[in-house]
Structures are given as structure tokens and as C-alpha cells.
């Protein structure tokens, strides 16, 4: 069948997910080319913060954990003025006004140029892959990023909203600070996490099924078709899920196999991990949705940031005006991409945070993600907190995007300093990582392809 235009959101038509991949051939090379330019590839961040919810000691040795820093050199003045020059709180009566959009629109502490504990770091030289990181540390990690997933409206969250309408954008050190019940919690992590059961006989369903047959079925056996969760919460739960599908595929597309020292697709680890659990592969494909949607909305916006870097000289490192002239061009082949037939009718933000509790459920939902960005300091492996950090940033921007600002914030006349670089940075690389995902997950269906061939 291959291309077919997408006739509803991601949940009901297995359609969508042909257009997907089939967009993602063009995309996914584009992305791989544009973050590897100056302004895309150097992102600062704080991997020093402490844990603010539990003792962590689970530091990852392994050399793997470990993140090379970007050369100083490399990295323009006029990102740290600009970043520094954004700063500003806004007050009531504020709005239309440049840079009034500040911080409470935001659903994640945002890294910044002007961060003075943050160190710049060249995500080309960091590959998102196996570290080794895992244990105790890394399911805690987890758990409490599953456990956030909360959203009702208890007396508790009334009286919470009201605290937090009043105190802007201060966010609740509580994890789930938004009075629910254990037994919700403890329900809702079930559904979340507990899937990990493989028989050899379920070995390769879905994953490895051609897309047109058994994905749409499959997507209705997902744990959270039936429980009657509203749809904030399963936007929730899809894109963690999502990321955390993205996660596994890169470790399981770049294993180190310890014996022979040697990087390589693990095949194995990625049926036990994603091809038996269609529903976290599903999520992936969501969250390329959901981030599209956001790039293709602020498209207008984006088209006139200043992507440049010239006159930087740099080290090593693409730069000057004609790195600058080509990265500019697949910067609107990226947003044209995104911005396609194809994607338009993928994710529509308008069912979301619409009924009567709409403002209720947007608090809580942007605290339970600001507070998944602060989980991800208590990553006990460096490296796996950047692009923790990183894609929290970049899904938190997406969510901004979709979902406080509307058209007229959305305009780079009446607000150029909406979005911070390291917005940016992390939205394209978020989508990079997920691009890059979709991308593996063909490449395990050739693999495994090849082994059935041999038998
Ligand atoms: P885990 O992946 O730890 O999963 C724990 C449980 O969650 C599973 O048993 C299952 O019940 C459930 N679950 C798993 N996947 C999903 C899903 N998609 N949706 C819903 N439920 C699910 N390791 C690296 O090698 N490289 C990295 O770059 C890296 N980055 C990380 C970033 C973060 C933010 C965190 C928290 C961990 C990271 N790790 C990384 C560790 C990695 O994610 C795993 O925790 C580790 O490989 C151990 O895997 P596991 O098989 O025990 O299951």
C-alpha cells in the first residue's frame, strides 16, 4: 500500500504509521545532517545538579558513562548575550510584549546559555548508546518517572492549582504532589510497566510484521486502551513510554558486545525489549507525531531564527558563512518536511486541555513534567542524563508549542525571543533521536529478516 494519506489521530488508524515511515526517509537523513552543525550540535547543560528526590550513589564507572565536552572555542559570544538577555520576568499585563512567554509557559526546566554551572557539550561526540548503566539506579529512574503520571482532581490538585496559579512558575518538590491515592498509582504503574513477560512462541509479532498487517490490532491490546484514563494522561504516559522505547532502541542498536569489545545491533536485546511489546513501539511513533506537529506549528517562527554561527571560526567544526548557508537550507527542508500533507491531521493539540478541568489538567501535567525534569538528575550515568535532560527539553518544548501558546505568541515579530537556543537545540535533536529510532527499527525488521532466511 505504502503511502496513504492519514485519516485521524494516532490511536485510531494504523495508517498513520506507514505515513510516518514513510516521511521518515526523508526526514530522518536531513535530521542527520543538520545536527551536526555548529548552532544544532553544541548544547549546554548542568550534569552536576543533585537528586532533589533520593540519595544517589549509583555513579556508572564505566568509562561509557562518560561525556566529552564541547572546545570553548567553538562556541559563539552571541549565544551566552542573547540567552542572557532573555532573562526577564514577566508581569501582569505584560502579554503581546517580547519575551512575556517566559517560564510559566515552560513544561521542563530549560538548560540555558547563560547557565553559569553548565558546561557546553558537542552532542556529535556523545552517541545515545549502551553504557552499561542499568540496576537499581536506573529503574528508580523509571519507576518515579511512571509514578508522576497522576492526574484527577481531588480536593488536593483544586487547592494545588490554586497554589500554583498564584505562585507562577514555582513547581511542587513533591513528586506526586497532586493527591492521589497509592492504589491510582500503583494501578497506573502496572499498566505502565508491567509488560516485560515474553514467551518464545511471542517472539516476533508485531515488531517485525509488515506495517499493514497487525498493528492496527495490536495497538488495541495496548494497557491503556481499556482503562478509561482521560486523554492528558495518556498523552502522559504514550510519550515517556515513547522515550523510553527510543532509549532502548539506540542501546539495542549500538551493544557493546563485552567479549569481543565490538559496537553492533544486538538483535536479541531488541526483540526482548521492544518487538514483543508493540504497544512502547507504538509510543515511539507517537512521539514523532507529537513532535512534528510542534515543529510544523512554530514552523514560522522557526523559519526566522538565527540559526548562524559565522563569523566563529571554530576548531574542527563546520563553520562560516557557507556552514552557516547550508545549514539554513536544511534547517527549511527539515521544517518543510515537517510541515507536510503527511503530518498535518497526525496530532491534533485541540482535543487536548479543552473541557472544563482543561486548566487543572494543564498544571498538573506541566508539573508532572517539569518534575520529570528534575528526575533526571538523579541518572547515575552521565551520559545518559544529558540526552535524558536533552529530550525531556525537547518534548517539554514541543508540549509548550502545542499546547500554551497560540498563534499570535507564535509570531516572530511580536515575540523573537520565544523559544531559547537550547529550546531549539533540544527540539531538533529530540527529533533527530526519535527519527533515528524509527530508522533502526527498519533496520532490525532486515536483520531479523536475514536470520529467518538462514533457518
Ligand atoms: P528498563 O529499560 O530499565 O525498564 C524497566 C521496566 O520498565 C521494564 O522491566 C518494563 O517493565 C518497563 N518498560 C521498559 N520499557 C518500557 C516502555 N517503553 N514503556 C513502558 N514500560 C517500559 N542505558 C544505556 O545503556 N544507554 C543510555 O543512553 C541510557 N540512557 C538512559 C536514560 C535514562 C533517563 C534512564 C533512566 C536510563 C538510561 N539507561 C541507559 C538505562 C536503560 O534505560 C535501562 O534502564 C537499562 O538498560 C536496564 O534495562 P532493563 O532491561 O532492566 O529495563
Not at 526577564?88 to 519575551?99: K, L, M, N, Y
Not at 504516559?237 to 563485552?258: K, N, P, T
Not at 502545542?402 to 515575540?415: S, T, V
Request: aromatic share 10%; charged share 25%; glycine share 8%.
Amino acid at each position: 500500500e505504502g503511502y496513504c494519506s492519514p485519516s485521524g489521530p494516532i490511536e485510531s488508524t494504523h495508517c498513520l504509521y506507514e505515513t510516518v515511515e514513510t516521511l521518515n526517509h526523508q526526514l530522518f537523513p536531513s535530521l542527520h545532517d543538520l545536527v551536526t552543525y555548529p548552532f544544532f550540535r553544541h548544547y549546554k547543560v548542568d550534569l552536576h545538579k543533585e537528586c532533589p528526590f533520593w540519595y544517589e550513589n549509583g555513579f556508572c564507572m564505566n568509562r561509557n558513562c562518560g561525556v566529552e565536552e564541547a572546545n570553548e572555542d567553538d562556541i559563539p559570544e552571541k549565544w551566552r548575550a542573547r540567552a542572557l538577555s532573555e532573562v526577564r520576568v514577566s508581569s501582569p499585563g505584560d502579554e503581546g510584549v517580547s519575551g512575556c512567554y517566559f517560564k510559566e509557559q515552560d513544561f521542563c526546566y530549560v538548560e540555558d546559555d547563560a547557565d553559569q554551572n553548565g558546561q557546553y557539550v558537542d552532542l556529535t561526540l556523545n552517541p545515545e548508546r549502551f553504557t552499561g548503566y542499568a540496576g537499581d539506579s536506573a529503574h528508580n529512574v523509571w519507576r518515579a518517572i511512571y509514578e508522576e503520571n497522576c492526574f484527577g482532581l481531588s480536593e488536593a490538585s483544586l487547592s494545588e492549582l490554586s497554589k500554583a496559579s498564584s505562585s507562577s512558575a514555582s513547581s511542587s518538590s513533591n513528586i506526586n504532589g497532586n493527591g492521589m491515592k497509592k492504589s491510582d498509582i500503583a494501578s497506573a504503574v502496572v499498566g505502565a510497566g508491567g509488560i516485560s513477560k515474553s514467551s518464545p512462541s511471542d517472539i516476533p509479532t508485531w515488531g517485525f510484521s509488515k506495517l499493514s498487517e497487525g498493528w492496527g490490532t495490536e495497538m488495541v491490546k495496548a494497557p491503556l486502551e481499556g482503562e478509561g484514563m482521560c486523554e492528558e494522561k495518556k498523552v502522559y504516559y504514550r510519550v515517556i513510554s515513547g522515550l523510553h522505547a527510543s532509549i532502548s532502541i539506540h542501546i539495542c542498536a549500538e551493544y557493546l558486545d563485552q567479549t569481543t569489545g565490538e559496537w553492533a545491533p544486538n538483535l536479541e536485546c531488541f526483540i526482548s525489549r521492544l518487538a514483543t511489546h508493540p504497544e512502547r513501539l507504538s509510543n515511539v511513533y507517537f512521539n514523532a507525531v507529537l513532535l512534528l506537529r510542534a515543529v510544523a506549528r512554530a514552523a514560522p517562527y522557526l523559519q526566522a531564527y538565527d540559526i548562524a554561527t559565522a563569523p566563529t571560526l571554530g576548531s574542527g567544526v563546520k563553520a562560516g558563512r557557507e556552514s552557516d548557508k547550508l545549514a539554513k537550507e536544511r534547517f527549511d527542508q527539515v521544517l518543510n518536511l515537517a510541515g507536510g500533507d503527511g503530518m498535518s491531521k497526525g496530532f491534533d493539540e485541540g482535543d487536548f486541555f479543552m473541557g472544563e478541568d482543561a486548566p487543572i489538567l494543564k498544571e498538573q501535567f506541566k508539573t508532572h513534567f517539569r518534575n520529570v525534569s528534575r528526575i533526571m538528575d538523579c541518572v547515575g550515568c552521565d551520559k545518559c542524563r544529558l540526552w535524558g535532560k536533552l529530550q525531556v527539553s525537547g518534548i517539554g518544548t514541543a508540549l509548550k508549542i502545542l499546547f500554551e501558546l497560540d498563534d499570535k505568541a507564535l509570531d516572530p515579530k511580536i515575540n523573537p525571543d520565544l523559544l531559547q537556543r537550547s529550546e531549539v537545540v533540544a527540539l531538533f535533536n529530540t527529533l533527530h533521536r526519535i527519527s533515528e529510532s524509527l530508522a533502526a527499527v527498519e533496520e532490525f525488521r532486515k536483520i531479523y529478516a536475514a536470520t529467518q532466511e538462514e533457518e
